[in-house]
């Protein structure tokens, strides 16, 4: 689809190309789980996406429904597949099926948008070798994802389940997107949707004034920020910034996990030297941003962030600079914009990042009290 077509119409004949439909029903889960927070965690798998399987397979307060994949920073749906896979079975999580959804953005990118986004080969040649355990290849599990589509899923086991499922999304909005294309009625039976994107008051990381996951698909991220949903939003403000330096994982962090017996703590300590080290190299941040663990954290506690009250944000579509530039209506403008929906998107402005460490770090090591 064309970009001047996407206004005219983001109906059905915006998601075919990206998703086939089944028939299955999805039922609700035991009673025993109504307490915990059930849980669909949409990810492209990679970095920090990682840690949020290994956080949301481990903390006792979430019941992990099921993991939907997509192809965002990982490189294809493929290796995104691989790695929540891999990391669901090293995370002792192997009931949690996985769900594989869009292969791209809803409109296709321009040759010189689809190039990758962050050119650091010079910066980091000093890694050498090292440099290739910097998003490896996943090692094949020894299952399958499953056969029903992402968007097929997300939609069912709202509806099933209605003002049950929280929704995090920490990779691009396609999915998300298109399930509230199909189906917006969802949009009112969702109980929350977190979301991992955006920024409003710091630099951003393709343009200084966008995020990656909103890059990556503005439509889609478009579509959910006027569905009308109850948003909340975690953006690079709390994560990617040196004010907050204190939620980012540091080799001190690799440390305090490396006498844990966890599985998913060795995986950390062994893969994740090297994403601190970019991160501190090319970004010039103290470690490694913990952005998608955030967002599923606060699914369950939202006391580690203190957020905006509720706000409209619309997303940019045009510009080479501002083209998936996240924009939140405050204040008093002279050129009145009218919205579908009242105001349900809050902000993250703060968060306690020290807590927020040592959650993950119990939480992983299995030191969790509760």
């Known amino acids: 689809m064309k970009r001047r077509h996407f206004l005219e119409a983001i109906g059905a004949t915006s998601a075919t190309a990206l998703w086939s439909p089944t028939a299955q029903g999805r039922s609700k889960a035991r009673s025993q789980n109504r307490n915990r927070v059930r849980m669909i965690l ?14 949301a397979a481990a903390h006792p307060d979430i019941h992990l429904e099921g993991v939907t994949t997509l192809n ?33 953005p809803i409109v296709e990118k321009t040759e010189a948008e689809a190039a990758a986004p962050v050119h650091f080969e010079k910066t980091l040649q000093k890694f050498g070798e090292r440099l290739k355990e ?14 029903e589509n992402a968007v097929d899923y997300i939609i ?16 691009p909005l396609t999915n998300v997107g298109l399930a509230l294309d199909r189906a917006p009625e969802i949009s009112r039976l969702v109980k929350e949707c977190l979301i991992m994107g955006g920024v409003f008051t710091v630099p951003g990381n393709i343009t200084p004034v966008v995020e990656y996951n909103i890059w990556a698909d503005p439509e889609a991220a478009k579509i959910v920020f006027n569905a009308g949903m109850e948003l909340t939003v975690v953006g690079l403000d709390v994560c990617e910034h040196n004010s907050v330096a204190d939620a980012m994982m540091t080799r001190d962090d690799l440390f305090d996990l490396a006498s844990s017996s966890s599985a998913a703590a060795k995986d ?3 893969r994740f030297p090297i994403y601190i080290d970019i ?15 955030i967002a599923v954290a606060l699914a369950i506690d939202k006391t580690l962030c203190e957020t905006s009250e509720p706000l409209q944000v619309d997303v940019e579509l045009a510009g080479d600079l501002t083209r998936g ?35 993950f770090k119990e939480t992983i090591s299995g030191n969790l009290e509760v």
């Not at 949409?42 to 956080?55: P, T």
């Not at 050129?335 to 460490?357: N, Q, S, V, W, Y």
């Open 268 to 270: 950390i300590c062994t």
């Open 279 to 293: 991160w501190r190299e090319f970004f010039g941040l103290v470690g490694f941003p913990m952005d998608d663990v």
């Open 156 to 171: 069912d086991s709202v509806k099933s389940n209605p003002n049950e499922i929280t929704l995090v999304a920490t990779g």
């Open 72 to 104: 965002g920073a990982s490189g294809s749906l493929e290796q995104a597949n691989r790695v929540a896979l891999r990391s669901l079975d090293i995370a002792e999580a192997r009931h949690v099926p996985v769900y594989p959804g869009a292969e791209g």
């Open 325 to 359: 530039q996240t924009i939140a209506y405050e204040g008093n403008q002279i050129f009145l914009r009218e919205f579908p929906h009242a105001p349900r998107t809050r902000i993250c402005r703060t968060i306690d990042g020290k807590r927020f460490m040592t959650l």
């Open 42 to 55: 949409d990810v492209d798998s990679v970095g920090d996406d990682i840690l949020a399987l290994y956080f």
């Open 134 to 147: 910097f998003n490896a290849p996943a090692e094949p599990s020894t299952r399958a994802p499953e056969t």
